[in-house]
């Protein structure tokens, strides 16, 4: 079987946890791209629509995780997003997969069930995009008025 790489975007004040994590998921496959707060972030989404996954701190300076998801799911809706803290609480986490966010991961990370997330989260944007491309198709069908 063949494993297809996501595309992360990993959102984070913590510049060694960045770099460290970002090493991580190349290792095991995956292509990343960094920034190290939510306005940053945002503007990497925007010049990199084809991101699969955000994985975004919930405590930064200036424009926190949560004001960070707000914004994305506005611009990006079937972007995931996996919620990082290691100082936040549960409940903000939830609040957080309320808003849109996929699910969460607390610091330290376990690697492994982050991969597996991670993983579930790619797929997850993936069949959203088929399902859009199929409404799509369907539409355009009974646009020229062809029988299906």
Do not use: C, W
């Not at 996954?53 to 990006?76: C, R």
């Not at 997003?81 to 610091?107: P, R």
């Not at 069930?113 to 991670?118: A, I, V, Y």
């Amino acid at each position: 079987m063949i494993k297809i790489p996501a595309k992360v975007l990993i959102v984070d004040d913590e510049k060694d946890f960045v770099e460290m994590f970002s090493l991580r998921l190349q290792e095991a496959g995956q292509k990343v791209f960094a920034a190290y707060n939510g306005k940053e972030g945002l503007e990497m989404l925007d010049a990199h629509p084809d991101i699969d996954v955000v994985v975004l701190d919930i405590k930064m300076p200036g424009m926190d995780g949560i004001e960070t998801l707000q914004e994305i799911k506005k611009k990006h809706p079937i972007v995931e997003v996996i919620l990082l803290t290691g100082h936040g609480t549960i409940e903000t986490a939830v609040h957080g997969m309320k808003l849109g966010a996929y699910d969460y991961v607390l610091k330290p990370a376990d690697i492994e069930d982050f991969k597996s997330k991670l993983e579930a989260a790619r797929k997850r944007k993936e069949e959203q995009e088929e399902r859009i491309r199929r409404a799509e198709q369907k539409a355009m069908i009974r646009k020229s008025g062809e029988v299906y």
